[in-house]
């Protein structure tokens, strides 16, 4: 399974053509996409998604084909001693925490939020630079 960060969902509800995104080249893959119920908080604390109704019914859409990990006591856990241990922010610790949990890869274009974070396999953007 792969956890899909919430910058990878930015990247491709905002692009044009989307086919082109690294999210979308991600679903055609045979692992499983999911985020973690935070990602689909931060999305929907977007106040485009509340003042457009396409753009909530877009993100709506999208999150309706992928798996919400819920916030469990063991990704809690892990999270805080994550945040505690690399002073890593609380949210992109339960996404990492949720992804380590899950014996899952991370998707993020934004690696070095991530990079401090033991056992954590970060998948890279075929656009990356080294």
Known sequence: MIIVDSSLII???RSSPRSLTWFYSLT???DDLAVSVLTHTEIFSG????ENDHAKTEAEDLFSELKIIPLTLE???QAGEFVA???IDIQDA???ATATVTSSSLAT???KHFSSIPRLTLLK???AKN
């Open 94 to 96: 339960v996404i990492a």
């Open 75 to 77: 990704i809690s856990y």
């Open 109 to 111: 274009l934004n690696p």
């Open 28 to 30: 055609g893959l045979k």
């Open 11 to 13: 990247d491709f509800l």
């Open 125 to 127: 953007s075929p656009t």
């Open 85 to 87: 241990k690399t002073n």
């Open 47 to 50: 106040k485009s998604v509340w």
